[in-house]
């Protein structure tokens, strides 16, 4: 399901970067959405785990604390993955400005195709794959291809079209794997109550790291 979910989320973006703009404004643009993201987050999160826990609805507190808006368990997970986000939202913010630095202008739009169709591909066996060998088997390879994909980027300078699309495919691939999965595994870390806490945690620094990386 995460993977679905995962992959409905991931299309809205290679739309907007077909449309074209500067891309500092659209740095500016997504680091404001994803700071409004960032603080909604948590009461979203905690809001949801009362809504589907009647007993801690019911006991009330008379004032927040930070354990209602984060879940502990959940941190390390989401510390990789404001990682990878940041790193990802670098790349996708100013791609199109590198590609234009390094003589490939024309290439940046199927950059992004190559880029989308293999995140878009392993989508629907990613989260079968995710319960059939566990997290660290998908998990792993993803930071490693996510790894070899930017060094294959930073290779491209030299003006090669075919590293720098065949760059795409890998880092799509690799952040294909990563994001549902690490997302999956910051809500297994968590008490089946505090779910939708230990989902806003996750969001919250991936977001976070989004928006950083953007700006």
Known sequence: FMAFYMLLTTLPLYVGHELNGDQRQIGLAMSVFIL???????LAGWQADRIRGPRMAAAGKPRLHWRDLFEASALPVAVVGLVVAFAYSGMATFISVYAG?????????WFFVCFALLIILPRPWTGRLYDRIGANKLVYPGIALFAIGVAMLSGAAGGSAALFLAAGAVVGLGYGLLSPSLQTLAVQSAPA???GIATSTYFVLFDAGYGIGSY
């Open 101 to 109: 630095e390094i003589g490939l202008e024309r290439y940046a739009s």
């Open 193 to 195: 109550e505090r779910g």
């Open 36 to 42: 409004a993201a960032v603080v909604c987050r948590p």
